[in-house]
């Protein structure tokens, strides 16, 4: 109709103009008219520009790598629009809706549009925020549009089904009544009308995909059967994962015959999958900004303490704050490698970020349950380098700081999992006193033990360490080289682990840095 009027209204003024009348009120007046409609257009919540036209992708899931039960779980529900007539004759619901839940970075956009290809369907985007604004309505009246404009673009189309993709629905599926805002209620009730309401239709078919952060907060009426049907854990990969990733990201990478992807993929323990794809991207520039036509594996080394710690600074420590620097990352170091042999992969005092040096480890393997004694070796490494700094100087320094952040954070889990002194203990019911009595009688013991396992390496931090202030950075394979002499002649190094007591939960163990003074 909009066409019908505009071609309509443009013959008319150039018969006029052809009559030689005066056309510029009218072109005046029609002016006037079109920026009237654009702002109806806008106030009721339908943009001019259509921006949420229809986008075709080509992504296919052989190309999203790590998240093969994730990628199983889609695939069997998108079936459901693939082969509809089968899926009819066993009287089988079409699904509805699709949650994807998971934490930032871990391919819930990607597996969105892969599931457009895969489905050969209709695909609309959109996010939770574009739906709420302070005009009253405009949320809902947006909703409806969006699903209109999927069911006619399938008819135009000649498909039988559309996605709607929607990125952060956590923003509009919050729980009804949290806000004063009535907007908020208003469309969320849209949304659940248009996902399983009356007016709802079997032909063309749509379904919602979204995917969120905060799975926690959704209203119970959008998670029941019937709307989303489907909830799928995208979550951050196993080593598998990873190195699966890292090949995919590495396809178009000209590669040095010295990159050895499983030691990245182990390295990269607790990266997502934007991580690696920023870890090979950076090593890429590292190569270009050296001049280098291949990737070498120092250079994906050098991604990596980017990615996680950032750039390097233009900071220039002193030789006293570089000595000291390099003895307390070797404290970290040493203790590491005692607890458990290999893990150390990388040792640096270039300032990267708020850290002016830190230890890079890598686990044994993917951990999800943690020992007794894995979360006391942890808070004997962190406790390591500022006890390696007072066995030297006879005093500690401020840069310890976030370490001893996170020994304490280690000894409250010890608490709060039941795995103290105390025994188990209700979390919401402990006394503050108790809990900060426990903790503080955990690290002091800990510290202790430390302290005894760095004494018969006193006497050689410091040469090791004029070292590593010469090189800036050395790997794992030359500590060892170091250290395995000097501990072959100590007596009594405590190593392995013994398995007591399990927990499950999620630990860092990737670096243990000296951060900037305060």
Partial sequence: ??????????????????????????????????????????????????????????VEFDEIGGQETAKRELMEALDFLRYRDRIKSLGIRPLKGILLTGPPGTGKTLMAKAAATYTDSIFLSATGSEFVEMYVGVGAQRVRDLFRRARTSAKKENKDSAIIFIDEIDVLGGRRGQFSHQEYDQTLNQLLTEMDGMSTTQSPSVLLVAATNRSDILDPALLRPGRFDRQIKVDLPDKDGRLHILKIQTRSKPLAENVDMEHIARETYGFSGAQLEALVNEAAIIALRNNGDKVTQEMFRDAVDKVLMGEKTGRKPTEEDLERVAIHELGHAIISELMRPGTVSHITIAPRGDALGFVRQIPESDRYLYTLDHLKQQINVALAGSLAEELHYGNRSTGAQNDFMQASSLARTLVKCGLSRIG?????????????????????????????????????????????????????????????????TQVGAQKGVTIENTINIQLPETSHSLSQGA
């Fill in 424 to 488: 188990i203990v209700d979390e919401e019911n402990l006394p503050d006193a108790v809990l900060d009595t426990e903790v503080r009688y955990i690290l002091a013991e800990q510290d202790k033990i430390t302290r005894e396992l760095l004494k018969p390496f006193k006497d050689h931090i410091l040469e090791f360490a004029h070292h590593i202030v010469e090189e800036e950075s050395i790997n794992g394979t030359e500590f060892r080289g170091w250290l395995d002499p000097i501990q072959a």
């Fill in 1 to 58: 109709m909009k066409e019908w009027l505009l071609g309509i209204g443009v013959a008319l003024v150039i018969f006029l103009a052809f009559l030689h009348v005066n056309i510029l009120p009218l072109l005046f007046l029609g002016g006037l008219a079109g920026m009237l409609w654009f702002m109806m257009e806008r106030r009721n919540g339908t943009p001019a520009i259509a921006r949420d036209i229809p986008v075709k992708h080509h």
